[in-house]
């Protein structure tokens, strides 16, 4: 039996959410994805082939496909925080990727992306976050930048960490590279969360990425970004969202996630640190 995976999108997350879990089939012995309107020399899709074959063994491109799954899961809600219960559907995927050997080496990773985009600082130092977790911690980090390494990469370097820290967004998808008890700890935008997509004013900087604008022409009345907090659930993994302080430096695009420089506290990102270290 084949699988054929249709969806053409560039994000990872949009990829496993709306593709892999909804018709992962374990009985498929072979997978295939549609080539017809993507770059497979995109990272992303590269990705993708990286974890259906995984999931396949078996995994080629086509662009003439004439078979239909049925699908084997209706999905999650990943616009409203709900607290689920574990989902088997999904936990077979995730046990099917993720590793069962785990090196004897501990780590710390920080996902930063790329120099202001959404890169992470801790408030009262300005410290990049990598440099002040340096000193204020006795335990290695590591830090990663997904946008630079190839799928085998990334999966090597989160199935290893004790513990995952990211600010929202595609890459936090990685967590089902990591161990079953590597907890999420996610930086979020609930903090000025005002317009989404993001206004005249805040995109012109005529009003503070931290000031509140008047909302008229925006489509948004909450924080509606609760991709990971539901994907923990479902998979029974530990997750901690932690809140910005302010922003810095405006945002990249009309996507609201996408600031420049993110300011955290960090003697509340260590104490929460901490906490997952000394039960472990």
């Known amino acids: 039996m084949q699988l054929v995976s249709y969806l053409n999108d560039n994000n990872i997350f949009h990829i496993f959410w709306l593709d892999i879990i909804k018709y992962y089939?374990?009985?498929y012995s072979e997978a295939i994805i549609d080539s017809t309107h993507i770059d497979i020399e995109h990272p992303t899709q590269k990705w993708r082939f990286f974890v259906m074959?995984?999931?396949?063994?078996?995994?080629?491109?086509?662009?003439?496909?004439?078979l239909q799954n049925n699908q084997t899961y209706p999905g999650f809600d990943v616009f409203n925080f709900n607290s689920y219960d574990v989902c088997p559907h999904i936990c077979k995927i995730y046990k099917t990727i993720t590793p069962d050997n785990k090196t004897n080496e501990k780590y710390i990773l920080v996902n930063q992306r790329n120099f202001d985009d959404r890169y992470l600082y801790e408030y009262d130092t300005k410290l990049k976050l990598e440099d002040f977790l340096q000193l204020a911690l006795q335990?290695?980090?590591?830090?990663?930048?997904?946008?630079?390494?190839?799928?085998?990469?990334?999966?090597?370097?989160?199935?290893?960490c004790s513990l995952f820290i990211s600010a929202h967004g595609a890459g936090c998808t990685n967590i089902i590279f990591t161990q079953q008890d590597t907890p999420l700890i996610e930086i979020n935008f609930r903090k000025h969360w005002y317009c989404d997509p993001v206004c005249d004013d805040h995109m012109n900087n005529n009003i503070n990425v931290n000031q509140k604008c008047d909302g008229r022409l925006c489509f948004v009345d909450k924080f509606h970004k609760a991709d990971y907090h539901n994907l923990c659930r479902l998979l029974g993994k530990q997750y901690i969202e932690l809140e910005a302080v302010e922003y810095a430096d405006g945002f990249n695009n009309r996507n609201p996630i996408s600031k420049k420089k993110i300011f955290i506290n960090g003697d509340e990102l260590v104490n929460h640190i901490e906490k997952i270290l000394l039960n472990k």
């Open 139 to 160: 335990f290695p980090i590591k830090i990663c930048n997904f946008n630079n390494m190839e799928p085998e990469e990334q999966y090597q370097i989160c199935s290893n």
């Open 53 to 66: 074959k995984k999931l396949y063994g078996n995994v080629i491109y086509s662009n003439n496909n004439t």
């Open 25 to 27: 089939n374990s009985n």
